[in-house]
Nanobody, 116 residues
Framework: QVQLVESGGGLVEPGESLRLSCAVLAGKISAMTRMSWYRQIPDKRRELVATITSGGDTDYADSLKGRFTISRDNAKGILLLEMNNLKPEDTGVYYC?????????WGQGTQVTVSS
């Protein structure tokens, strides 16, 4: 069974940066058609943050373009999300998602809190 394990969340002040990681365990990241980061902000529906295809094409939520960067390291089996200039409204639980054809998996999430 494929497992996705997120890490890197924490408490930061506005304007600071964080790097989130998603390790693909018991599976091959190279087999994933696309991988994505989602986030669950309090009182809001889970929303797509960014996605990256197996070919390296990326897409971002319009409001996050320029601040967040998604990438994958196939050799290490890790999906990354670089988050810069964090804002209080970025606070929430960030989830890793992977798709391989018609199969999909979710991680357990990592908490990101942006507060002064």
């Amino acid at each position: 069974q494929v497992q996705l394990v997120e890490s890197g969340g924490g408490l930061v002040e506005p304007g600071e940066s964080l790097r989130l990681s998603c390790a693909v365990l018991a599976g091959k990241i190279s087999a994933m058609t696309r991988m994505s980061w989602y986030r669950q902000i309090p009182d809001k529906r889970r929303e797509l943050v960014a996605t990256i295809t197996s070919g390296g094409d990326t897409d971002y939520a319009d409001s996050l373009k320029g601040r967040f960067t998604i990438s994958r390291d196939n050799a290490k089996g890790i999906l990354l999300l670089e988050m810069n200039n964090l804002k209080p409204e970025d606070t929430g639980v960030y989830y890793c998602n992977a798709l391989a054809g018609d199969l999909g998996w979710w991680g357990q999430g990592t908490q990101v809190t942006v507060s002064s």
